[in-house]
């Protein structure tokens, strides 16, 4: 997986999160605005708590993980997922994905592609789909999942919007003939520049390779 990534000529590092991050995590967290907050953690946390931010560094890289977005030593996106437990259906292999993006480098291209490479990630380690819980006056959140995957599943309940994002087997990722398939256009991705962005008329269309994970 290419560790960096170009956004407006700005160079940032992408990685896994490692536990030493709680520190880059909470100075995050401070310089998100309140509707940030809200968007991400659905109340209007004014300072999160020490125990929240060590969790959701703490990960095990497989049933948990996250990727963050570095610019110089300071994270400025992260993008996680969370394998859940359906008693309902043991067989079922679904993730719970979380995105963050500091406000400053909102509309930029940044949430698109980490979704992209998380879900690379995840596909690679088993999970059928990821799925995101968005509150309904979450624009942002919304026109983020439809330009992922335009066919994704969408349905409301109990006041939420909560949209299941296929993965594409591993074989359709690596295959450059899914070119144009919406499915693939999650997981397969390019060098990270927002001048990679689809041709004309293709919005939306899937890129012509996946990050390999085995080489991160
Ligand atoms: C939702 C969020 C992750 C999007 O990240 P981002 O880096 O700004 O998104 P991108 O720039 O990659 O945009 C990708 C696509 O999403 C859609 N999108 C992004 N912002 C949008 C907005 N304000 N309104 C409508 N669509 C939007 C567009 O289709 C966009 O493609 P385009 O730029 O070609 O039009 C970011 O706004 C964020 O972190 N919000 C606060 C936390 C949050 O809401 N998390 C999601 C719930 S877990």
Redesign the pocket.
């Known amino acids: 997986m290419n560790p960096v990534l170009c956004v407006d000529g700005t160079a940032l590092t992408i990685r896994p999160i490692e536990i030493t991050d709680v520190d880059r995590l909470a100075r995050m967290a401070r310089r998100?605005s309140p509707?940030?907050?809200y968007?991400?953690f659905f109340a209007p946390i004014r300072r999160l708590q020490w125990s929240t931010l060590l969790r959701l560094a703490d990960v095990d890289h497989w049933r948990r993980d996250a990727l963050v977005a570095l610019d110089g030593d300071e994270i400025v996106?992260v993008a996680r997922y969370d394998r859940l437990a359906d008693a309902a259906r043991p067989e079922a292999r679904d993730a719970e994905?979380?995105?963050?993006?500091?406000?400053a480098?909102?509309?930029?291209?940044?949430?698109?592609?980490?979704?992209r490479r998380l879900g690379a990630l995840a596909r690679e380690r088993g999970c059928d789909a990821l799925r995101?819980?968005?509150?309904p006056e979450?624009?942002?959140?919304?026109?983020?999942m439809?330009?992922?995957v335009p066919d994704a599943s969408v349905r409301f309940r109990d006041g939420t919007y909560e949209a299941r994002l296929e993965l594409p087997p591993p074989s359709q990722c690596a295959n450059p003939s899914s070119v144009g398939s919406p499915r693939s256009s999650l997981t397969c991705s390019p060098a990270l520049t927002r001048g990679d962005?689809p041709a004309a008329g293709a919005?939306g269309a899937a890129k012509p390779w996946c990050p390999s994970v085995s080489s991160r």
């Not at 480098?105 to 979704?115: D, E, F, S, T, V």
């Open positions: 998100l509707a940030s907050v968007f991400r996106a994905m979380a995105i963050t993006v500091e406000d480098w909102q509309h930029r291209g940044l949430g698109r592609q980490l979704a995101v819980t968005i509150l979450n624009r942002a959140a919304l026109g983020l439809r330009a992922l962005a919005k």
